[in-house]
């Protein structure tokens, strides 16, 4: 043998190339060599190894870019090898860890650790923000330029709002000077202090203070002000309000440098889930209403939202099960990505390479990663999935070492079949 | 007891009573029917009846209160109960062990009902999915209080025969209150017309959708209205945060004799106590005994919760494996 894997008969959908063709893959190692529709037409030569993609789709690797790992101080709620193995499970070959574990990413010596710790685990890859913020504390800045240098692909203070607008400017201000993205979690959290869940009929019924939905514009705007003041690239966390989400098209349509992801329980879910108190549904920023959850869709559709990101966030169950406003927020979303975001196609007419491209280049080309495009060179990464495949989500059975989902037995459609990072089968149901 | 017996057969099994929301119009007629019975054996001098003798009713209090406590204390003993007393203080609660630590090890003694209170919405909820007995919520956060609604109900059915079509307006905190939402769930159940009075920040979010007409001044929610509930404003609330002052509110929300003029010339008047006197209610207003019936609501109180008891653990015995939540 050679090295050369050949992944024939795919559908390949490489957003990159807005390409939707069938073909083959022919990597060598762990780099791709060659793709594309005409590659092996006459059969693959006989010193290859051939893996049949059995006319599935076959995509660049998926980009996690919101992922909370817990360790160091959460491993009993998830360590790196758990997680790692729920984002192979998902399809998921790259996940960005959020700054905002007991030890927040705010010097090199945790970059290092988490340089260190993805090198153990070795399954799928591993990538951290910095914070913007010291402690994120939102007074004093990290020092940017090195831990960009120490690995740091963008900085943002995690699940807490950057809510002093000076500290704000200043951020955008020095992060311009490099051109480096600063993240928020788009929220006034003066606003939203002790607010439990949306605002609205169902947080009246079952008694719990409401956040109001423009807590999350008003932020946004503000911020909007502030970016055209600086010049700075500026991405909005988890939109999952339509005000939140025509401030970004404005934005947008004004030529500002901003982006925007969501994650899929904004558009599979809203506030009426959050009945009879089930803590698996309290997440920050809260389920909204139906007309927001139609927003947020509207906004995938045309193109306002550029990114999916799951916002895994894994908690145990002494976190959960607990009284609504005792329980921490979150949901384990790396196991769920790709098929509630598949839903979007199925049900909503999305098309396909649309979605694939939220999950791919798009967060790649906000973080400057050279993963999620089919190309010869780049890493072999890549996703072979079944868009059609129907199956049932059981919490029981997911890799995640805690089982935080509403969506448990839960029918979706679209499955990982086998998830590919440098060449390596982490998650195979085609072997 | 023959006649209690056959009211209880009407009702339909229930294993908990939690909230009013969604309770059935009949469930309510026949729990204020059987409390009835109840309000004369309290009245007795022989006040003690043997129905739950040789069951174990626990209040567990996460939350202080007397009054409530009292009562239903009362109703466990006046029906024979064993009643034990159990206040979670915080600190308890800071230790570490959690609520359904705490439920988990009650409900390993067996005791029949546990009547629970917490300061968290749903909390009781909670704990009643965690255990093996009846649970009567005593009232959880500012989500429902069930048994003051039913004994609201029971004192405004005593004095007019019925609650079809009367205009009842409740008035002040409704924001916080678990007391309001029970009460507009068994109110409008009831066939009554239901008017709420606060200022704007003390109503909350889609109020308007729970089947009530919204007022901000007391002269248009009052006018006319035959039954006026005014609610405690809670002392953290009072300074600044909510109102400006409790001067302030008197003035526009406090319920007095100038603004009761308008109300039908029978309105009655009640509270839920403990009483905030000159800052929700005019002292002298709350004592006078042709409006105020605030002292009959509390002996009320024991009957509804004697009711209560009576119905769950006729249910348990009735449905030893459990039945409708």
């Known amino acids: ?431 | 007891m023959a006649e209690t017996e056959k009211v209880a057969d009407l009702l339909p099994p229930r294993r908990h009573i939690l909230g009013m929301e969604g309770a059935p119009r009949e469930e309510i007629e026949a729990l204020l029917d059987l409390s009835e019975s109840y309000i004369e054996q309290n009245r007795q001098d022989d006040k003690k009846s043997s129905i739950l003798r040789g069951r174990t009713l626990i209040n567990v209090f996460f939350e202080n209160s007397t009054r409530t406590r009292t009562s239903f204390e009362l109703a466990g003993k006046r029906l024979g109960a064993d009643v034990i007393n159990m206040s979670v203080s915080s600190s308890a609660i800071k230790k570490g062990e959690t609520l359904i630590d705490t439920a988990m090890t009650l409900n390993a003694m067996h005791p029949d009902v546990l009547t629970v209170r917490h300061a968290d919405s749903g909390a009781v909820q909670l704990l009643s999915e965690k255990v093996t007995c009846s649970v009567l919520n005593a009232g959880d956060g500012s989500h429902e209080h069930p048994t003051q609604a039913l004994l609201d109900a029971l004192t405004i059915r005593r004095r007019r025969d019925t609650l079809e079509r009367l205009t009842v307006a409740i008035c002040g905190d409704i924001a916080h209150s678990r007391v309001a939402r029970s009460n507009i769930y068994l109110l409008n159940t009831m066939g009554a017309k239901v008017r709420l009075v606060a200022p704007k920040t003390l109503l909350p979010a889609a109020i308007e959708k729970f089947g009530v007409d919204v007022h901000h001044r007391m002269e248009d929610g009052i006018r006319d209205a035959d039954i006026i509930m005014m609610l405690r404003l809670q002392t953290e609330r009072m300074q600044g945060s909510f109102v400006p002052s409790t001067r302030e509110y008197f003035r526009f929300f406090g319920l007095d004799r100038e603004k009761l003029a308008v109300a039908k010339p029978d309105a009655l008047i009640m509270h839920p106590g403990p009483m905030n006197r000159g800052i929700e209610i005019d002292s002298e207003l709350a004592d006078d005994i042709d409006r105020s019936v605030i002292h009959e609501q509390v002996e009320m109180g024991v009957a509804v919760r004697m009711a209560c008891l009576d119905l769950v653990t006729r249910n348990l015995s009735r449905n030893a494996n459990g039945g409708d939540a």
């Open chain 1, 1 to 431: 043998m050679t090295g050369l894997t050949a992944y024939t008969n795919a559908r390949l959908i490489d957003p990159a190339s807005k390409t939707d063709v069938g073909g083959a893959v022919l990597i060598e190692g762990n780099k791709i060599i060659d793709w594309g529709p005409a590659l092996f037409s006459d059969g693959a030569p006989e010193n290859v190894r051939i893996v049949d993609c059995r006319g599935y789709c076959l995509a660049p690797g998926l980009i996690d870019m919101r992922v909370h790992l817990p360790e160091p101080g959460g491993e009993h709620k998830e360590s790196f090898e758990t997680a790692s193995a729920a984002a192979a499970a998902g399809g998921v070959t790259s996940i960005v860890c959020l700054p905002d574990a007991e030890t927040p990413i705010d010097n090199i010596s945790v970059l290092e650790f988490i340089a260190r710790r993805a090198r153990e685990t070795n399954i799928v890859k591993i990538y951290a923000y910095g914070t913007i913020t010291r402690e994120r504390d939102g007074g004093e800045l990290s020092e940017f330029g090195i831990l960009n240098e120490a690995g740091a692909l963008a900085f943002t203070d995690g699940d807490r709002a950057l809510a002093d607008a000076l500290v704000m400017r200043r951020a955008l201000s020095y992060a311009a000077t490099f051109g480096f993205l600063i993240i928020q979690h788009p929220e006034e959290p003066r606003l939203a202090r002790n607010g439990q869940m949306s605002e609205g009929e169902m947080a009246t019924r079952l008694g719990l203070a409401g956040i109001p939905a423009v807590a999350e514009v008003m932020m946004i705007e503000r911020d909007l002000r502030l970016v055209e003041l600086t010049g700075a690239r500026y991405h909005a966390a988890h939109v999952s309000t339509a005000a939140a989400i025509d401030a970004v098209r404005s934005a947008k349509a004004r030529g500002l440098p901003v982006t925007c992801d969501t994650a899929p329980h904004y558009f599979t879910l809203n506030d009426t889930a959050v009945m009879d108190y089930r803590t698996f549904t309290k997440v920050s920023p809260p389920l909204r209403d139906e007309t927001d959850r139609l927003a947020v869709i509207e906004g995938v559709r045309d193109g306002t939202i550029d990114v999916i990101a799951s916002d895994h966030r894994p908690q145990d169950q002494d976190s959960k099960r607990l009284p609504f406003l005792q329980a921490e927020t979150g949901i384990v979303g790396l196991e769920t990505l790709l098929p509630l975001t598949l839903a979007l196609n199925h049900e909503r007419d999305i098309p396909l390479i649309d979605l694939i491209g939220c999950l791919t280049v798009a967060p790649a080309g906000l973080l400057d990663m050279k993963e999620g495009k089919l190309e010869a060179g780049l890493p072999a990464d890549f996703t072979i999935f079944d868009p059609d495949r129907d199956w049932t989500v059981e919490a029981s059975a997911l890799q995640s070492k805690s089982k935080n989902t509403p969506f448990d037995d839960y029918a979706v459609k679209g499955m990982a079949m086998c998830t590919v990072v440098g060449g390596r089968h982490v998650h195979s149901l085609l072997d």
